[in-house]
């Protein structure tokens, strides 16, 4: 019996890489993607049966074409799920963002994404099944501030997927989103990266909060409470691809379920206050 197959995208560590090791521990012949040779290498010497490493950049869709082709090449032109894992998080207050930085967020998280979608629906329209699983995040239900680049982008792909749901709905192409709350990580890390390379704290109004953002962002160990390990979302991963019926949308960890259901319970002013005590919080 021939594995069931699936693209990763983000698997060089966290969610991406537990994800694409759980998958194929499970059974599943598992198409790890990363931007960075170096990390493609690292995947290669994994060395894991049913694990194959590719480089695959959101930001190229000549790279996404041959990412594609290779997998095609590989499994005679079918591919039965993906998993759209890759992202990076844009801090800054949004009227320090920038029309590029802004647009280098959207590329990554939203286009690069939605390119590789629509190639894929593709190849399952004509094998005449599938399962695309898209990470979102707590940040695709509500937003906090600090953060308006990256919830921004969330809040798009999570449009873009609730209407890729109702029009694929007699396709037998499922649809579902994975919202994460807080996860251990290098997104904290690689925030700091693009926070420090796009954003001039020096000549912001804000620049006392991004002194304290910058502690939280550089805090060893968990920086929120609830935080949870990644084999919290391969749970829901493997959910997804595997149930009869897969949600539309998965929660993990508590803060998203808490943040779901005061969204639908409160008016928007009294949604803020919450927010913005949650933001202050997290900054002292």
């Not at 197959?5 to 991406?16: M, W």
């Not at 898209?134 to 999570?158: D, H, T, W």
């Not at 508590?254 to 259901?261: E, G, H, Q, R, V």
Request: aromatic share 8%; with cysteine.
């Amino acid at each position: 019996m021939n594995k069931k197959t699936i693209l990763i995208t983000g698997c060089s560590s966290g969610i991406g890489l537990c994800c694409a090791k759980g998958l194929a521990a499970h059974g599943w012949h598992v198409f790890a993607t990363a931007r960075k040779v170096e990390d493609v290498e690292m995947l290669k010497q994994l060395n894991l049966d049913g694990l194959d490493a590719l480089q695959l950049d959101l930001n190229s869709d000549h790279s996404i074409a041959a990412a594609l082709n290779e997998i095609e090449q590989r499994t005679g032109g079918t591919l039965d799920a993906l998993f759209n894992n890759g992202a990076y998080g844009q801090a800054g207050a949004v009227e320090d963002l920038s029309r590029e930085v802004l647009r280098a967020q959207f590329e990554t998280n939203l286009f690069g994404t939605h390119e590789l979608t629509r190639r894929v629906i593709s190849i399952m329209r004509s094998q005449g099944h599938g399962r695309i699983v898209q990470n979102s995040s707590v940040l695709g239900l509500i937003a906090l501030p600090f953060r308006g680049a990256y919830n921004a982008s969330k809040f798009a792909l999570e449009a873009l997927t609730d209407t890729l749901r109702l029009e694929l709905h007699d396709s037998n192409i499922e649809i579902s989103l994975i919202e994460p709350g807080p996860v251990t990580s290098r997104f904290r890390a690689n925030a700091m990266k693009m926070y420090q390379q796009n954003i001039d704290r020096e000549a912001s109004h804000f620049f006392e909060t991004y002194q304290r953002m910058e502690k939280r962002l550089t805090k060893v160990g968990p920086a929120a409470p609830f935080t949870l390990p990644p084999e919290a979302v391969l749970k829901k991963l493997i959910h997804a691809l595997e149930s009869p019926r897969p949600k539309a949308r998965y929660y993990v960890t508590f803060p998203t379920y808490l943040f779901a259901t005061l969204k639908r319970l409160l008016p928007h002013r009294g949604l803020d206050w919450v927010l913005r005590r949650v933001s202050r919080g997290e900054n002292r």
